[in-house]
T-cell receptor, first 113, second 113 residues
């Protein structure tokens, strides 16, 4: 069975601090895809990144970076120099591309000014 | 390029009633997936439609049904509404065979009283 666990329910940090959101996944598939989505108060899911199971290279996009480690089944997300606009719920998710997406329960991130 | 749209934005229904939610897929996309997001939870897969046929279903009872039309837009119907059906309903469109990336709409917030 596929499962995504986001152990951190809620995190609060002061603006400009770095913060890491943890994600652990379970799957028996050898080919799979991992995602991070952001959900601001408006409710719309904003796609942040997709990684396939064969690409363990870490990725950096501006203040965002992702650390994919197959050995520990983890796909962690770090925001550097956090800003108030980063406040949102963040979801880690897993799928076989084209198939249903399995979401974690989300981590609510509060960036305090 | 028009993104995924959903209507209505908000809806209030009474227990036992029936509801229809609508989704217009992104231009060029032939697959629509529906998700239910209860308060404080991650989205859960309801079902997916590809070329007007159901193409996968999550753990939802038969009173959740759907349709996909020749223009690839879709409807989600829920009969005999229950209080626990109160949630944000998200639609995602994708293009099977070209790019499987799922693009989410803004959602319909359903409240059952």
């Amino acid at each position: 069975a596929q499962k995504v666990t986001q152990a951190q329910t809620e995190i609060s940090v002061v603006e400009k601090e770095d913060v890491t959101l943890d994600c652990v996944y379970e799957t028996r598939d050898t080919t799979y895809y991992l995602f991070w989505y952001k959900q601001p108060p408006s409710g719309e899911l904003v796609f942040l990144i997709r990684r396939n199971s064969f690409d363990e290279q870490n990725e950096i996009s501006g203040r965002y970076s992702w650390n994919f480690q197959k050995s520990t089944s983890s796909f962690n997300f770090t925001i550097t120099a956090s800003q108030v606009v980063d406040s949102a719920v963040y979801f880690c998710a897993l799928s076989q591309l084209g198939d249903k997406i399995i979401f974690g329960k989300g981590t609510r991130l509060h960036i305090l000014p | 390029e028009t993104g995924v749209t959903q209507s209505p934005t908000h809806l209030i229904k009474t227990r036992g009633q029936q509801v229809t939610l609508r989704c217009s897929s992104q231009s060029g996309h032939n697959t629509v997936s529906w998700y239910q997001q209860a308060l404080g939870q991650g989205p859960q897969f309801i079902f997916q439609y590809y070329r007007e046929e159901e193409n996968g279903r999550g753990n939802f009872p038969p009173r959740f049904s759907g349709l996909q039309f020749p223009n690839y837009s879709s409807e989600l119907n829920v009969n005999a509404l229950e209080l626990d059906d109160s949630a944000l309903y998200l639609c995602a469109s994708s293009s099977t065979g070209i790019s499987y990336e799922q693009y989410f709409g803004p959602g319909t917030r359903l409240t059952v009283t």
